[in-house]
């Protein structure tokens, strides 16, 4: 399958190792930055791309490529809506990084035009392909919980001054979000698919503690009440000295108790569930590395998305995925900017809203 990158910064990496754990044919690599391709593929150390074109325009890379088939998209995460427009109105399938955009709004057009177009649609969300959580997403799907009481994430992470002079547009409203959509929203995207999807109202506050560098929030805690009457919390920060403490996930039930935790929601610290049987000892103490917060799951990602393509059905991880997460975020944005519970669905917002909310 022939296969294009938009953008080659710090998870870029990721995405050409999937590329080439899963044989895609790399046509071309697109970024504004030149001296970033050399960097990102002596990092990735697989394969050889001497012949990938390199680009640093996505139009005239699509417009001289149209055998490219499958589009990866990894830039700022105010670009992403934009980029993937552009290729969805092309016909070409995307997986977009995380968050799949910045408002409402533009996840709403990628999801129409998308159906209308007939192509797939990824969100990189790709803790969900985790061994842990695969394990505690198959119990959800057995029902061994049986009646959901609430749940939890806490994303307990570190991000200094450095990590945020590597791109002018961390901490922005317009191209980034703060600590919650950017590094909470794979949790947040766990959270919510393990509780039942379906949340009818989130209150949140967020805070700018030590980043006043930043326009976002580098803490925010949030509660989230579902259809199904189980509540779930959100707790995700940046400020842990002094570095990444944990992605811990906890579903909590009448018949089962999980936790799943490690730096990216990686290991299995707790598994009980009244109806035990002989595999359960698999789970119990399950532990996968990683050599990143990141995680394993692109390249599952990826082998997902390619299969999806090729039997026409919809990506594990799809767009409205992708929306559900983003929609969280923006939903404790609100509720932060106005005081009050927020009700879903949640139309018309977007992280530019927040513009103002505390300064820089």
Not at 3 to 22: D, E, M, Q
Not at 208 to 213: A, G, L, P, V
Request: aromatic share 8%.
């Amino acid at each position: 399958m022939k296969y294009a990158l938009i953008g080659c910064g710090r998870i870029a990496v990721n995405h050409i190792k999937a590329v080439s754990n899963n044989g895609l044919e790399l046509v071309a690599v697109c970024d504004i930055d030149p001296a970033k391709f050399n960097i990102m593929f002596e990092k990735a150390g697989c394969g050889e791309f001497s012949g990938t074109e390199r680009c640093t325009d996505y139009v005239s890379m699509l417009d001289a490529h149209p055998e490219i088939e499958l589009v990866g998209i990894a830039t700022e995460s105010g670009k992403h809506a934009e980029i993937a427009l552009e290729c969805i109105s092309r016909g070409v399938n995307v997986i977009i990084e995380k968050p799949m955009a910045m408002s409402m709004e533009d996840a709403d057009k990628i999801i129409a035009m998308a159906e209308d177009k007939g192509v797939k649609v990824a969100a990189c969300h790709q803790n969900r392909f985790n061994r842990a959580i695969q394990k505690l997403r198959g119990a959800v799907e057995q029902g061994r919980f049986g009646k959901l009481s609430h749940g939890s994430i806490n994303v307990r992470w570190n991000r200094g001054r450095s990590y945020y002079e590597q791109a002018s547009w961390r901490g922005t409203w317009e191209q980034d979000g703060g600590t919650l959509m950017n590094q909470c929203i794979h949790g947040i995207d766990l959270l919510r698919w393990m509780l039942g999807d379906e949340v009818e109202e989130v209150y949140g506050a967020t805070r700018q503690r030590f980043h006043d560098y930043l326009e976002a929030e580098d803490v925010g805690v949030a509660v989230l009440k579902f259809k199904n009457g189980a509540v779930g919390t959100v707790e995700g920060t940046s400020n842990v000295y002094p570095k990444n403490l944990e992605e811990t996930l906890y579903v909590f039930g009448e018949n089962g108790t999980v936790k799943v935790g490690g730096t990216s929601a990686n290991n299995i610290d707790v598994w009980e569930f009244a109806d035990e049987t002989e595999a359960d000892a698999e789970a119990k103490g399950l532990q996968e590395v990683t050599s990143n917060v990141y995680g394993n799951g692109h390249t599952a990602l990826y082998a997902d998305m390619v299969d999806a393509i090729e039997n026409d059905r919809a990506p594990y991880v799809d767009a409205a995925a992708g929306r559900n997460a983003l929609e969280i975020v923006l939903a404790i944005y609100k509720s932060q900017k106005t005081g009050e519970p927020v009700k879903l669905p949640l139309r018309g917002f977007a992280s530019t809203d927040m513009a103002g909310e505390f300064g820089k």
